[in-house]
Nanobody, 126 residues
Framework: VQLQASGGGLVQTGGSLRLSCAAS????????IGWFRQAPGKEREGVSC????????YYAESVKGRFAISRDSAENTLYLQMNSLKPEDTAIYYC????????????????????WGKGTLVTVSS
């Protein structure tokens, strides 16, 4: 199982970015998969996840209405569209997957995710 995140960068407040996470070695649809982030000096936290069972999505309150998670089964790729970015969104963003966890469990405790990609840095300037 491999995950490769990309798409981070420097953006001004109010701007947009789209993160991608290319999966290999497994079928993305069969796993609970999501985005997590870690800001400097802070604990890693869940941003958004998609369920493997029914495709339902889950968002952290801080990003609801601004971020959208999606997956492309043909490309075996996960996306995170981030709009109306704020300085507090600055963090390293990671994609992660697990085949034995619910989206709620994953969002509540990132330690439950077994497979992680290397992060991509998102910096939002004020």
């Amino acid at each position: 199982v491999q995950l490769q995140a990309s798409g981070g960068g420097l953006v001004q407040t109010g701007g947009s970015l789209r993160l991608s996470c290319a999966a290999s070695g497994f079928t993305l649809d069969s796993y609970t998969i999501g985005w997590f982030r870690q800001a400097p000096g802070k604990e890693r936290e869940g941003v958004s996840c998609i369920s493997s069972s029914d495709g339902s999505t889950y968002y952290a309150e801080s990003v609801k209405g601004r971020f959208a998670i999606s997956r492309d089964s043909a490309e075996n790729t996960l996306y995170l569209q981030m709009n109306s970015l704020k300085p507090e969104d600055t963090a390293i963003y990671y994609c992660a997957a697990d085949d034995d966890i619910t989206t709620v469990q994953a969002m509540e405790d990132y330690h439950g995710m077994d497979y992680w990609g290397k992060g991509t840095l998102v910096t939002v300037s004020s």
